[in-house]
């Protein structure tokens, strides 16, 4: 494992990272506690140090799985999570990923950040990031103040955004970085490099000290390079009502990176090589589901890095969308998603 820290802290991350939005909501497969928990230590004896979770999955528990995998080796892992959601006042079932009320009030913010205290049995966390902020909250000197405030107070140790696809996104994310904002966690992998691409050049022009935290890092799975036009989802899993067009071309560029794949590293594996190859990112987020998708992902900074040949021709590929003609995204004979869904989706 390799091991990378963010600018003007103390805060040092393996650069793969695990992603709790797995373990906790059920939007890829249901899992008992028991098992994340499992999964969790696993992915720490690989090395793994960096545990993404959030106040609103699962409506508070990822972060209580958080507690209960490391409650006693604190000291070892950092906690990522995330606030911003007032779920605890929320009316009405909650259908998806669809998105409920934002309230970054200082009042609010202040209990979100003691609530998930207590639900991490820690009296600090390590990056705690606004979720699926707007420009509104990215220009709020207040709340930055506020933030400011906490890491003074020693309940913070840095702090950052996460930001969307549809809730967030690529004005919020140059904005953040034009900034100098610690950590921006987005979106970003070799089939999907807008507007991850435009985050990363604004930060480099205005010299900022962001790094990024990414998350789907193989395009919802896309990279792993398991998937065929025969691939069924189970009826829980969010990709299932995604329209058979996104698989269809998917598996067409797939095909043109195949020269990636060696006998020391698998396309996954590349995928993120290829994230590594960034200064500016920090970690990555692959979305981890089973023991055996864990010890590849934790495996991948050991793996050959990417050269600077298979570089330059993934850069080609992708300046031709590697030569697909994409069919419509047609959703199960409309053209809206499924309820509760952007037409972008959720990426988790």
Known sequence: MDYRTYPNTSVTVSTVGFGLWTTSTGWWGNMTDDEAVAMMREAESLGITLFDAADTYGNGRSEIQLAKAFRDRRDKVVYATKFGYDWYNHSGERKGQQEIEHDFSPKFVR??????????????????????????????????????????????????????????????????????????????????????????????????????????????????????????FAENDHRRHRPRSWLINGIKKIETLQFLVTPERTLGQAALQWLFAEPRVMNVLPNIYDSEQLREFAAAPATPRLTSDELARIKELQATNFGVEEEPMRYKGTMTPPEGQSAVAAHA
């Not at 991490?120 to 405030?149: K, S």
Request: charged share 25%.
């Open 111 to 232: 209990f979100a950040l003691e609530e998930s205290l207590k639900r991490l049995e820690t009296d600090y966390i390590d990056i705690w990031q606004m979720h699926n902020a707007h420009l509104e909250q990215v220009r709020d000197g207040e709340l930055a103040a506020l933030l400011d405030e906490f890491v003074r107070e020693g309940k913070l140790r840095a702090w950052g955004v996460a930001l969307g696809p549809a809730i967030g996104w690529l004005y919020e994310g140059v904005e953040a970085a034009e900034r100098g904002i610690t950590s921006i966690q987005m979106i970003q992998n070799m089939l999907e490099g807008f507007p991850g691409d435009a985050m990363i050049d604004a930060a480099n022009r205005a010299n900022s000290e962001s790094g990024f935290m990414i998350r789907v890092p193989h395009s919802s799975g896309m990279l792993e390079g398991k998937y065929t036009v025969d691939t069924e």
